[in-house]
């Protein structure tokens, strides 16, 4: 299977929850959810200020996420 980077600028809940170790659907929901409150990331790193999600997961799906 050939992975797919997740865009985090467009995101939505079940796409994360497909392709990144430790996303889960509720993790990701929460993403979508920052998203729809903050407009956008403008790194992955960022990704770690979303409740649940550690910079230990952002750096594991690093390859993952553009």
Do not use: C
């Not at 939505?12 to 409150?37: F, K, M, N, S």
């Not at 990704?47 to 553009?66: A, D, Q, Y």
């Amino acid at each position: 299977m050939v992975e797919v980077p997740v865009n985090i600028k467009e995101v939505d809940a079940d796409t994360p929850a497909e392709v990144l170790d430790g996303g889960g659907l509720i993790r990701t929901r929460t993403i979508v959810q920052y998203l729809e409150q903050n407009s956008h990331f403008y790194s992955r790193e960022q990704l770690s200020v979303v409740r649940g999600i550690s910079m230990e997961t952002v750096t594991k799906n690093g390859s993952k996420v553009k």
